[in-house]
């Protein structure tokens, strides 16, 4: 069954895209391809100047490590760990440990986005909306040229989803990091540069606010 | 590695559950199998201690002369019937030279010449058949530890006319320290001798019909001069001796006999023993190691989503299958310390348990032995079982797919 048809595009760096389109629409494989998590059947696919099909599980692993950052619609942070600890979870991956400078570095976005008194505490005892941005944090530990937000305001109270989606936005403007995200909220995708619609697994693509 | 230690060790920390059963499920294993091997490898040491602490391990004597027919033509064939010859006596010839010959051989660690046989004690109008041993005490005692079980008297410094009785044999024929008894040989020599010395070996058989004199003593009750009707061989390792007794048989032409084949129902039962400890460690450990394998891909499947948003974070499968299979290593570990703490515990407890006093000596009563091997042994199989089992459930979370656990809910 062909989840999306015949889909072409380019994103350049910096980059802010919104993927909108119904449940069923081929919205969340289009960002499993773009975040290496999938391959495509058919069909070219290129990460920061990386083809992808030409890369092992091991070689998305650490592409995905490297170029890519996640935000999904449930936290998906681990309860046994600190908010740090989520936060560096990436770095960790990579190296075993942190450098003095990543966490410096991380401290410092978490800071940044208001999370400086939760620092240590396990991350199942603050908010939700407090909880989606240790996870923003966490996409961006490991500086990724891409960021990819599956509904990432579609768990959060209105006032928590406002707040995320401004430090989403923020964050991806100072650091360069194209932000790709997926959404059911016109009024946010209305602030996109592009807005990619999905219906059918046929994309159609429109300017943005611009 | 240090990613996957610090999951894996936070993952132990943290499900309490999971971590106190597996960690129990481990430690039951090798505190069961080490019970078990101590325990029966205690009781199967004292019984050979006791069986043939008074035995030869091997027993060498002059061969039988079995007739042979004199025509061994293969054209032509005989109705033959061998008739052995009734009990002669037959002696070896100069038993100091050939004990000299057989300590050389591997394993040996002692030689005694003795002179034995049959007769009877005199008391009054009674006669007691008892069985004469006669050999060098000191000699002796290097072969069947008879000094250990000497509960009144003395046994190392008897002189030719001291003759040294079990317990139940002085009760049976009222003897006492100090007091002379009459001793009739079967080559119908008649001597007096002193009872010097009263032991109890705790073998009914020994106690109540074998009795010690001095080789020269024995020499004159049998009319053997200066031979010996038998040299008694111990070894070092006495599961060695089927292997010393033929070599001796087949080097030197005379007669062996090994402790292994004369006490054959004995050994067979120790056979079928080890067979039963060696097949309830093994079951233990399939039992715990199915337990652990169960509880471990509930967590893994628990987990699933967790594992792959670290996939999407980019975690590579093998880091997955570390952090599980470090995850048994670490319940392992702690199992196996905890399993050997309480085996240790338990049968150190055992130990205080006495027999039944006699003479002012007791034995255990559970008479295990703690050996080292045993619990080395046992917690590396426990660990190595444990790591085997973590392998499923470490190549099932390694194998998740991230795509299909993230995006449900």
Same mark, same amino acid.
């Not at chain 2, 509960?151 to 049976?172: C, H, M, P, Q, Y």
């Given at each position: 069954m062909r989840v999306l048809k015949g889909v072409t595009f380019s994103v350049c760096a910096g980059e802010f895209v919104a993927i909108v389109g119904q449940s069923g629409s081929g919205k969340s494989t289009l960002l499993n391809i773009l975040g290496a998590l999938d391959q495509p059947t058919a069909g070219l696919v290129k990460i920061d100047g990386v083809d992808i099909s030409t890369l092992d599980s091991r070689g998305l692993a650490h592409l995905r490590n490297e170029k890519v950052g996640f935000v999904f619609q449930f936290h998906h942070l681990m309860n046994e760990f600190s908010c740090l600890e989520n936060a560096l979870m990436p770095i960790i991956i990579r190296r075993g440990r942190a450098t003095p400078e990543e966490r410096a570095r991380v401290l410092q976005l978490m800071e940044r986005v208001g999370l400086s008194e939760v620092v240590h505490k396990r991350a199942n005892q603050i908010s939700g909306g407090q909880q989606q941005r240790v996870a923003i944090v966490r996409a961006l530990a490991n500086q990724p040229a891409l960021i990819l937000a599956d509904e990432p305001t579609g768990n959060l109270d209105s006032v928590s989803s406002r707040e995320v989606f401004t430090m989403m936005r923020e964050m991806t403007a100072e650091h360069g990091v194209t932000f790709m995200m997926v959404t059911h909220d016109d009024r946010l995708a209305g602030q996109a540069d592009r807005i990619f619609r999905i219906e059918d697994g046929v994309v159609s693509i429109s300017p943005g606010h611009l | 590695m240090s990613f996957e230690s610090m999951l894996a060790w936070r993952y132990v920390l943290t499900s309490r559950g999971q971590t106190g059963l597996t960690v129990a499920a481990v430690a039951a294993a090798v505190c069961l199998i080490i019970f078990v091997n101590c325990l029966l490898l205690g009781v199967q040491d004292r019984f050979i201690r006791d069986l043939i602490g008074s035995l030869a391990h091997i027993t060498v004597k002059v061969p039988d002369p079995d007739p042979e027919p004199l025509n061994d033509t293969p054209e032509q064939r005989y109705a033959v019937q061998v008739e052995k010859q009734l009990q002669k006596r037959t002696e070896l010839k100069r038993p100091e030279a050939l004990e000299a010959i057989l300590s050389n051989y591997p394993h040996v660690s002692a030689t005694a010449s003795s002179v034995g046989g049959q007769a009877f004690i005199i008391r009054g109008v009674r006669q007691f058949g008892v069985t004469i041993r006669g050999a060098d005490p000191i000699k002796q005692e290097a072969i069947s530890n008879l000094?250990?079980?000497?509960?009144? @008297?003395?046994? $190392?410094?008897? @002189?030719?006319?001291?003759?040294?009785? @079990?317990?139940? $044999?002085?009760?049976?024929t009222g003897v006492r320290l100090g007091d002379t008894v009459t001793v009739l040989s079967s080559e119908r020599v008649q001597s007096s001798f002193t009872v010097a010395g009263i032991f109890d070996t705790g073998q009914n058989q020994i106690d109540g019909s074998t009795v010690f004199v001095t080789l020269r003593a024995a020499q004159s009750l049998y009319a053997t001069g200066r031979d010996a009707s038998a040299i008694s061989v111990k070894l070092d390792d006495p599961w060695q001796a089927n292997q010393v007794s033929e070599l001796i048989s087949d080097s030197l032409g005379l007669k062996t006999e090994s402790w292994m084949v004369e006490q054959a129902q004995f050994v067979n039962a120790f056979a079928a023993q080890n067979g039963a400890r060696v097949m309830i460690s093994l079951f233990s450990l399939a039992a715990s190691a199915f337990g652990i394998a169960s509880v471990l891909i509930v967590s893994v499947f628990q987990r699933s989503r967790q594992i792959g948003i670290l996939k999407s974070m980019g975690a590579t499968d093998a880091q997955v299958l570390r952090v599980f299979a470090l995850q048994g290593l670490f319940v392992s570990l702690i199992g196996a310390v905890l399993g050997a703490l309480s085996a240790w515990g338990l049968l150190s407890f055992l130990l205080t348990f006495k027999q039944v006093e006699r003479f002012g000596k007791s034995d255990q009563l559970f008479p295990a032995i703690l050996e080292p091997r045993v619990f080395a042994m046992a917690m590396v199989a426990a660990i190595l079982a444990t790591l085997l089992a973590s392998l499923l459930p470490a190549l099932r979370a390694a194998r998740t797919n991230p795509v299909e656990v993230i995006t449900e809910g």
């Open positions: - | 000094n250990d079980d000497i509960v009144a @008297g003395r046994w $190392l410094t008897i @002189g030719s006319n001291d003759i040294v009785i @079990g317990f139940k $044999l002085a009760e049976d």
